[in-house]
């Protein structure tokens, strides 16, 4: 089994910044793409931003140039970097990844982690 444990929400300001980090522990033997999705209220999840294991990253438009999205393979985690930010972007944090275990991989999610920014 893996487990993913996501830190560091919370409540900013706008135009403040935050860092979520996101840890896989458990049987883990390759860890392919890792990603932050977001869900707002009454709202569906939305990928934030994805990261492949060879550090190629994509951002949403709406996060685009404000967010930065890092891994650390040696570590296991995934951490993303929310800079300038903006009442819209008050949501729960879910960090997400596929791991591959006795070759076979898995799509794995975070419990989340709220973040909230008042205007």
């Known amino acids: 089994q893996v487990q993913l444990a996501e830190s560091g929400g919370g409540l900013v300001q706008a135009g403040g910044s935050l860092t979520l980090s996101c840890e896989a522990s458990?049987?883990?033997?390759?860890?392919?793409?890792m990603a932050w999705y977001r869900q707002a209220p009454g709202k569906q999840r939305e990928l934030v931003a994805i990261?492949?294991?060879?550090?190629?990253?994509t951002y949403s438009d709406s996060v685009k140039g404000r967010f930065t999205i890092s891994r650390d393979n040696a570590k296991n985690t995934v951490s993303l970097h929310l800079d300038s930010l903006k009442p819209e972007d008050t949501a729960v944090y879910y960090c997400n990844a596929e791991v591959t275990v006795s070759l076979i991989a898995r799509v794995y999610w975070g419990q989340g982690t709220q973040v909230t920014v008042s205007s």
């Open positions: 990261i492949t294991s060879d550090f190629r990253s």
């Open positions: 458990g049987r883990i033997f390759i860890i392919n793409d």
